[in-house]
């Protein structure tokens, strides 16, 4: 579902945590709305896990930044949860909630913590959703085990050094060589500090090798316009307006009905 060759993938960030008209809801279903209502069908979000066993579509391990509750999220149960506003007014969704809410969207979904990950295979596997997400972590751990548990079946990201190999290498074959191909996507900054990781260098070795490059979390009209020349396959955006304005205007903009808009 995530390589398609010729298309540029717009990822909703948080469902789009910075547009003007949701500021301060990111991860709700009104900002999912949002995004959907604007034609985005990658939908990124985070999972975390309550004490119940309940999936979270959630980024932080705390409430306490978005909402106006307190607490660590695996001491709460879901009914505890459901007491929490982000923004003042948007319940916290499950990951169940945003599945059955969005059915034709795609999922980019980032596995923050380590009880989460047997439950998302589970649930993958239960409701058949193999081809409707892809699952990352900055764990290397966390994905691995998530691999194992889903018999490799669901694409996943790169990790760190899978990254470093393919940023440093002199060519796709030797870093195909040393990282392997258990991985569909990089997904990653632009720059790190100094250092710039989405280099045309990389971007033409994770093309030979056979994987995408998807990059994160890019706002800025001028920034973006230079990732596409350089030929990335993909954009996470907190500012879905820009994004779909910059794409619309390239001949790019995927629609979610899956056409190419100009």
Do not use: C
């Amino acid at each position: 579902m995530y390589l398609q060759p010729g298309k540029v993938l717009a990822f909703a960030h948080r469902g789009g945590a910075y547009h003007p008209e949701i500021e301060g809801l990111e991860n709700t279903m009104a900002a999912f709305r949002h995004a959907a209502a604007l034609g985005y069908d990658y939908l990124e979000t985070d999972v975390h896990l309550t004490a119940d066993g309940v999936l979270l579509a959630f980024h932080d391990d705390v409430l306490d930044r978005v909402t106006d509750q307190k607490g660590a999220v695996r001491d709460l149960t879901l009914a505890e949860v459901r007491k929490a506003r982000i923004g003042g007014r948007e319940e916290v969704p499950t990951l169940v909630d945003l599945l059955d809410a969005f059915p034709s969207a795609r999922f980019n979904i980032d596995i923050k913590s380590e009880d989460a990950v047997a439950p998302l295979a589970t649930l993958i596997r239960d409701r058949d959703l193999w081809d409707r997400v892809m699952v990352g972590s900055f764990s290397r751990r966390r994905t691995s085990r998530f691999r194992r548990l889903t018999d490799g079946r669901v694409p996943t990201a790169a990790g760190l050094w899978q990254i470093v190999v393919f940023r440093f290498s002199p060519s796709a074959a030797i870093a195909h060589r040393l990282a392997g191909d258990e991985f569909a996507a990089f997904q990653v900054p632009h720059r790190r500090g100094r250092l710039t990781v989405v280099t045309p260098g990389f971007v033409r070795r994770a093309h030979a090798a056979g994987h995408q490059v998807h990059v994160w979390t890019i706002d800025d009209r001028t920034e973006m316009t230079e990732l596409l020349d350089r030929g990335v396959d993909g954009l996470f955006t907190d500012r879905t307006d820009v994004l779909k304005d910059v794409l619309q205007g390239r001949g790019q903009w995927l629609s979610a009905q899956g056409g190419t808009t100009t």
